[in-house]
């Protein structure tokens, strides 16, 4: 099992007016081989940036580039990358001579590095703690400027991210607090079809009685059709009705909210 919290002792807190050093470049004999043997959490956003990248639906994204697992603490189930060894290049998406071939759209996870993320959930507020990845092989670390975290999020353009990510993180973290409970909850399979299948879900939503019984308007299903943040956000709805985090009254609240404005802005 895999969990989210990540609060390793080994590794150099970041409080956020520290600083640490770091940059990365061809030119270091280590470039690449943080990537050989990864354990890259995806994210809901971080799987529709790259399947979108690649051309590819969701659900054919999942059956090749990822592991299924379970999260430690709420039994749900998270998506890693699928490595293809060490001597292959690890990441899938690694080339020997180009580096990383989707650095545009790389995870938040490889954004983020060489500093790593846990959540935590305290009396209903969500804290995230930021630590420095200490690598005896990474010579990025020996010099380069001084970064803050804040500097360094800014310069790796996580906000997106952030902003598509957190819901899951809450969704997570949440569940996690409830009274544990053996094996899966028994909507694990509609959550993992709501964050992480996103072409699945659309057709789930379209293609079937849940438009009709769920009284999703005719505007809301359009936006459902074309844009895939829109459809994230109304999976993440989705996904608290089922788990029984929301009420129906909130996840109409949120189809109201996707509703396009009559003046189209």
């Known amino acids: 099992m895999v969990n989210i919290y990540t609060h390793p002792e080994d590794h ?14 061809s030119g270091l004999a280590c470039f690449n081989q943080c990537c050989r043997q990864p354990t ?3 994210k809901p956003y971080d799987i529709l940036r790259l399947r979108r990248r690649l051309g590819v639906t969701s659900t054919a994204f999942l059956a090749r580039y990822t592991v299924r697992v379970m999260e430690e603490a ?14 292959a290049g690890g990441c899938p998406f690694l080339d020997a001579v180009q580096g990383c071939t989707v650095y545009e759209d790389r995870p938040a996870a490889c954004r983020l590095f060489p500093v790593i993320q846990g959540s935590s959930l305290t009396e209903g507020v969500i804290h995230s703690d930021y630590f420095l990845k200490k690598l005896d092989f990474c010579q ?6 001084p970064w803050t975290l804040e500097q360094w999020r800014i310069d790796q353009g996580l906000a997106p991210y952030d902003k598509c990510n957190d819901e899951w993180v809450a969704i997570l973290l949440q569940q996690g607090a409830r009274p544990p409970v053996h094996g899966a909850p028994p909507s694990a399979h509609l959550f993992e079809l709501a964050v992480y299948d996103l072409d699945a879900l659309r057709r789930f939503v379209l293609e079937s009685a849940f438009a009709s019984t769920h009284a999703i308007t005719e505007e809301v299903a359009a936006l459902l059709r074309q844009s895939d943040e829109a459809l994230l956000r109304f999976g993440y709805a989705y996904a608290r009705l089922v ?7 909130q996840f109409q609240a949120t189809l109201r909210r996707l509703a396009p404005s009559p003046g189209g802005s």
């Open 12 to 25: 150099q807190r970041l409080e956020p007016g520290s600083t640490f050093r770091f940059q990365c470049h």
């Open 140 to 145: 990025g670390l020996a010099d380069g400027p």
């Open 74 to 87: 709420s039994g749900l189930p998270l998506r890693l990358l699928a490595l293809a060894g060490e001597e």
């Open 40 to 42: 890259i959490i995806l």
């Open 243 to 249: 788990l029984g985090l929301a009420e129906a009254a």
